[in-house]
Structures are given as structure tokens and as C-alpha cells.
């Protein structure tokens, strides 16, 4: 369901930062800044996804919210689970406030158990807002047999998911911590070519995926139970799936449920757009402000709604607290967690 604003504590930061007032000469400043300009929405993955649905959607709305009216353009950026196009992010991207970038969920973990290939630190990037907080799923295909994660323990289930992406991870700590039989295959670059698999039959259920993607990309296959929810990755059930186990309820002790909730809590920002690191005080304020009206507006809603895209908007105030708190995680906790994933950060 498409929320229709800003609710509890984001409604607040919203209501604080909507009262922020630029004076006439910063908001001068940032419309002569931006008029003429294009402003790019990089996006992690190849086409035809839930981030791509998303980028593609705030492209075509936010503009006309930025002093100045830009044309915002999306461009795809696919490679290593999104960790290609946040490193091209910190390193190459102009500082400007031109460039945007749909990041990836894991990216913030990742950083802080050091996967290969890294070399962002989020910390640095600055959060425009966050457009669901949907959990991640892993599934099987109904011709598996599967039903339940129970079911695993005992019968190997074949998953799909790109290399370097959530799934593979969920997948290896379900098998160290939980006691799973799941066979990871990567070599996919991108979640529908995991879906044309188990379609095929190469695979039986698919690492990860946001269950906002799957309502808004395949609702047929939910609605025709081709697709088996096992268990969903969030700091709390979400209402839609009351019955799916969260994968931190199934740690087997107090370290290894940190260790799960570390890896659950990026879900709190699963759809993100964020822009580089040394953008203008002003342009942030209005890349923020610009973000939380299109969450508002009447026509970008009506374009998610029909996308059977939800949202429940976040600002990037608060979004930018919650990815620092999961890179800042416990010294213990991220030990515990390298631990588990082992050649996964080689």
C-alpha cells in the first residue's frame, strides 16, 4: 500500500526540516546553481528491478521540487553486488550536489566486515531519504517441495543470487548460525536472471529479494503461490507476512542475534538515495527538502500506486543516523559476523 506522507518520528524531522528557511540569497543561490543543469540517478543494478523501478520513479518527480528544475536522468551502474557504483560514487562522482546514487542495502555491512572490493565509507555519503523500509526475503519456488525454513535443515535447497549480494550473505549465516542446507549459485548478474532460473528450473528459490519488489514487480506470482516466503530479514515481521520467521528469531544465542540483527538492520533503509560527500550545505538542504515534497506529491504517488510501489518515506536526517549507527556496530559483533562469513571477504 502507497503511505501518503511522513509518519511518527520522520513526520517530525520531516515537519523541522520543512520550517528550515533558506534566506533569499542561499535560495537564489542554489536555483542559479541548478537551473540548466542535469542532475544523474545512478542506479547499483541493471534494469528492470525494484532500485531501478524506484531511481527511474524519483527521476522523472523530483525535479520540478529542486530550485532551479533540473532534469534528473537515470543511468545504470550494475557490478558487484552495488559495490561498483558506490565506490564510483566516493571516488569519481562530481561533489556538486549533481549526482545521486539509488545505493544498495547491503552497502553499510558491507563496509563494516570489510567484503572485498570496498573502498566507500558511507559515513561520508549524505542521505537524501529512504523510500521503503520493506524487509528482504529468501523464497522458494513452489515446485521445490520447500514450505518452511525448518524444511532446510534436513533437505538441500539450491538458491540463486548474484555474487556479493545480500542473498549470498543470508544464505552462508543461515548455514552457519541456523543450521541450513542452502547451496548458494551466483554468477547471475542481477535478481531477474535469478527469476528467469527458477523459472527454468537451474534454481528452487531465490537468496534475496525486497518484498517490495516482489509486490510491485511479479504480484502475480505471489498472488498464484509460485513464490514460498521463508523467512524475511527486518527488525520486526512485517504485517504482510506474519508468519515468516525474521532471520534474527532464529539465532541460537545472544552473540550470534546481534550478529543477525546487524545484518537485518540495513532493511531500515532498503530503497536509499544518497549524494556524495562535500556537497554544499545548501544544495543538501534542498536535495532533502526537494526529496521529502515528491514523497508528498499527489502525482508521484498516484505513479507509484499504479506500480503497486509502496512507500513509507524516511528523511535523510534520520536516514543518514541509521546507516552511521550499522557502519559504528560493536567491534564483537562485526568480529562474530566475520567470522561467520568467512571467504565471502576474500
Known sequence: MTG?????ATALLALIGSCTVFSSAQADAVSDFYRGKQISVVI????????????????????????GEP???PRNMPGAGGINAA???AAVAPRDGTTLHMIMTNMMAAQAIGTQGVTFDTRKFRWIGNTTSSPNVTNSWHTSGITNIEQTKTRELVLGAPAGTAGVVYGTVLNALVGTKLKIVTGYPGGNEVNLAMERGEVQGRGSNSWASWKSTKPEWIAQKKI???????????????????????????LDRKVLTFLSAETALSRSLVTTADVPADRL???????????????????????????????????????????NTPPAVIARAKVVLGDLLK
Open 285 to 327: 538542504q534542498a536535495l532533502r527538502r526537494a526529496y521529502d515534497a515528491t514523497m508528498r506529491d499527489p502525482q508521484f504517488l498516484a505513479d507509484a500506486e499504479k506500480a503497486k510501489m509502496d512507500i513509507s518515506a524516511m528523511t535523510g536526517e534520520e536516514s543518514q543516523n541509521i546507516a552511521d549507527q550499522i557502519v
Open 228 to 254: 514460498i516466503m521463508l523467512v524475511q530479514v527486518g527488525l520486526a515481521r512485517n504485517p504482510d507476512l506474519p508468519d515468516v520467521p525474521l532471520l534474527l528469531e532464529l539465532a541460537g544465542n545472544d
Open 44 to 67: 547499483g543494478t541493471s534494469a528492470g528491478n525494484d532500485y531501478d523501478f524506484r531511481g527511474r520513479l524519483i527521476a522523472r518527480h523530483m525535479g520540478r521540487h529542486i530550485p
Open 71 to 73: 532534469t534528473i536522468v
Open 4 to 8: 501518503q506522507g511522513l509518519s511518527g
Open 87 to 89: 565506490n564510483w560514487l
